[in-house]
């Protein structure tokens, strides 16, 4: 009796963990599964009209330089501009000894004048017949080279005075008062740049320009007066915008790349030639556009760009697509995504492929789709 009340204790125990487990498998474990399914983050892909700005590298130069040279030879007796001022055209550089130029043209003259009393004497016996024709071509000859020696001789005395070409910023002066300069030498005195407007020279890559060419939603070419603004090497931005002026007609072979020349206005001289930019070009507007947020891009191991897509069901799917730019913090898309797909920005580290998620949109995402902002 006390054996079978024994029996019948332990078998009640042994069903009764039993359930106790089978309640716990069920139970609980799906319970546990249903917390643990992570919650992410969303950015619902919209189509919209989108401003094409592309960011190309490049470096200005000056829109008129002139190397200044001496015409004549001679020793520098004085230097007339400031290092590093602005002058005009026509204005007095350097004043180079013009004694021997001063004899020359004298003596021109002199002989000039005695050429034109032989020629008003020579006409005057032609009238009356006691000159020959051939005595008085001589004259009149004689006369015209004498003429010319002057001219020649003059232009060498006003060369003495070496004056500026055009009007821009001069730089350092490579000669020194007391130097002996010579006609057609090799080194320039100094060199005036012309840097109000001012170019900048882009350098994009033939695909680049390919895609410039047929993505830009408008019926013309994007380089005709399509708007520039630069950024300074120091991040700053460059206050005044300019234009694109032209589309260079060849590629350069060791680089494979095509110049793009932009005119800016640089008022205040801050631009200098020689400057590394960047350069923000306006090519035209995408009328269906899609942006997604830098956050929501990821690469594989060999660059390809690819998103975390929430499907209909809330379960995950690996997307690879293709991107053209960037725009502000955000990637132009140029397929594999359109209006309405969800993609994930936050809580990325938390999926994989299939697995279920909690899907809700951020507000935390601040969309820059100007460099402006």
């Given at each position: 009796m006390y054996r079978a009340t024994i029996s019948l204790f332990l078998s009640f125990a042994f069903v009764s963990l039993f359930c106790g487990c089978d309640r716990f498998s069920h139970g609980e474990i799906q319970s546990t599964?249903?917390?643990?399914?992570?919650?992410?983050?969303?950015?619902?892909?919209?189509s919209e009209p989108i401003p094409l700005i592309r960011e190309l590298p490049g470096r200005t130069a000056a829109f008129n330089v002139a190397e200044v040279r001496p015409q004549v030879s001679g020793i520098i007796l004085k230097r007339k501009f400031e290092e590093g001022s602005v002058v005009e055209e026509g204005e007095e550089l350097y004043e180079i000894d013009a004694a021997v130029y001063q004899a020359n043209y004298d003596k021109a003259m002199a002989h000039f004048n005695s050429m034109d009393r032989t020629r008003q004497r020579a006409e005057t016996l032609r009238e009356s017949r006691t000159m020959s024709e051939q005595e008085y071509e001589d004259a009149l000859y004689a006369w015209k080279q004498a003429k010319a020696d002057v001219e020649l001789a003059r232009l060498d005395l006003?060369?003495?005075k070496v004056k500026a070409p055009l009007s821009g910023k001069i730089g350092r002066s490579a000669i020194t008062v007391g130097a002996l300069v010579t006609n057609g030498q090799g080194e320039e005195m100094a060199v005036i740049q012309q840097i109000n407007p001012i170019y900048v020279d882009l350098k994009p890559a033939v695909p680049q320009v390919l895609r410039m060419?047929?993505?830009?939603?408008?019926?013309h070419p994007f380089w005709q007066g399509a708007k520039v603004s630069l950024i300074l090497e120091d991040g700053s931005r460059y206050p005044h915008s300019g234009v694109i002026k032209f589309l260079d007609n060849h590629v350069q072979e060791d680089t494979g790349t095509i110049t793009l020349r932009a005119e800016i206005p640089n008022h205040d001289c801050e631009l200098l030639p020689g400057m590394f930019v960047r350069a923000l070009v306006e090519e035209g507007v995408r009328?269906?556009?899609?942006?997604?947020?830098?956050?929501g891009l990821c690469r594989d191991f060999k660059g390809n760009p690819y998103v975390w897509l929430v499907r209909d069901d809330d379960t995950i799917e690996m997307r690879n697509i293709q991107t053209e730019l960037t725009i502000g913090n955000t990637?132009?898309?140029?397929?594999?995504?359109?209006?309405?797909?969800r993609i994930i920005v936050e809580g990325i580290q938390l999926v994989a492929p299939g697995a279920a998620v909690v899907p809700r949109e951020t507000g935390s995402l601040k969309m820059k789709t100007s460099f402006d902002e």
């Amino acid at each position: 009796m006390y054996r079978a009340t024994i029996s019948l204790f332990l078998s009640f125990a042994f069903v009764s963990l039993f359930c106790g487990c089978d309640r716990f498998s069920h139970g609980e474990i799906q319970s546990t599964d249903a917390a643990t399914i992570p919650e992410v983050g969303v950015y619902t892909i919209k189509s919209e009209p989108i401003p094409l700005i592309r960011e190309l590298p490049g470096r200005t130069a000056a829109f008129n330089v002139a190397e200044v040279r001496p015409q004549v030879s001679g020793i520098i007796l004085k230097r007339k501009f400031e290092e590093g001022s602005v002058v005009e055209e026509g204005e007095e550089l350097y004043e180079i000894d013009a004694a021997v130029y001063q004899a020359n043209y004298d003596k021109a003259m002199a002989h000039f004048n005695s050429m034109d009393r032989t020629r008003q004497r020579a006409e005057t016996l032609r009238e009356s017949r006691t000159m020959s024709e051939q005595e008085y071509e001589d004259a009149l000859y004689a006369w015209k080279q004498a003429k010319a020696d002057v001219e020649l001789a003059r232009l060498d005395l006003n060369y003495c005075k070496v004056k500026a070409p055009l009007s821009g910023k001069i730089g350092r002066s490579a000669i020194t008062v007391g130097a002996l300069v010579t006609n057609g030498q090799g080194e320039e005195m100094a060199v005036i740049q012309q840097i109000n407007p001012i170019y900048v020279d882009l350098k994009p890559a033939v695909p680049q320009v390919l895609r410039m060419k047929t993505g830009n939603g408008n019926d013309h070419p994007f380089w005709q007066g399509a708007k520039v603004s630069l950024i300074l090497e120091d991040g700053s931005r460059y206050p005044h915008s300019g234009v694109i002026k032209f589309l260079d007609n060849h590629v350069q072979e060791d680089t494979g790349t095509i110049t793009l020349r932009a005119e800016i206005p640089n008022h205040d001289c801050e631009l200098l030639p020689g400057m590394f930019v960047r350069a923000l070009v306006e090519e035209g507007v995408r009328q269906d556009g899609l942006l997604i947020p830098q956050e929501g891009l990821c690469r594989d191991f060999k660059g390809n760009p690819y998103v975390w897509l929430v499907r209909d069901d809330d379960t995950i799917e690996m997307r690879n697509i293709q991107t053209e730019l960037t725009i502000g913090n955000t990637w132009l898309v140029d397929g594999g995504l359109k209006a309405g797909d969800r993609i994930i920005v936050e809580g990325i580290q938390l999926v994989a492929p299939g697995a279920a998620v909690v899907p809700r949109e951020t507000g935390s995402l601040k969309m820059k789709t100007s460099f402006d902002e």
